[in-house]
């Protein structure tokens, strides 16, 4: 079994930064791509960032210029910089991983998200 635990969320100003860490564990082979989501209110779940296992990053069109996506693959880490947070930020954030159980079996794993609120 894997699991992925998100850490990082909290309350902060407008114009603050928040920096999200999400560790996975268990029995992993190897991660593919890695991402971040959030869930506001009333809306569905949306993509903020994704990362592959090389680096290569896609972020939403409302969050491009401000967040960071990043990974630590020796630690099973993926990170999420926030820097000039905005109100409408606020949400749910979740972690979800593409998880090499063995070859070729993969799943698609998910954290139990962290809570982000921007006050303005």
């Known amino acids: 079994q894997v699991q992925l635990v998100e850490s990082g969320g909290g309350l902060v100003q407008a114009g603050g930064s928040l920096r999200l860490s999400c560790a996975a564990s268990g029995r992993i082979f190897s991660i593919d791509a890695m991402g971040w989501y959030r869930q506001a209110p009333g809306k569905e779940r949306e993509l903020v960032a994704t990362i592959t296992r090389g680096g290569g990053t896609i972020y939403a069109d409302s969050v491009k210029g401000r967040f960071t996506i990043s990974r630590d693959n020796a630690k099973n880490t993926v990170y999420l910089q926030m820097n000039s947070l905005k109100p409408e930020d606020t949400g749910v954030y979740y972690c979800?991983?593409?998880?090499?159980?063995?070859?070729?079996?993969?799943?698609?794993?998910w954290g139990q998200g962290t809570q982000v609120t921007v006050s303005s």
């Open positions: 979800k991983g593409r998880v090499v159980v063995t070859i070729p079996v993969s799943y698609d794993y």
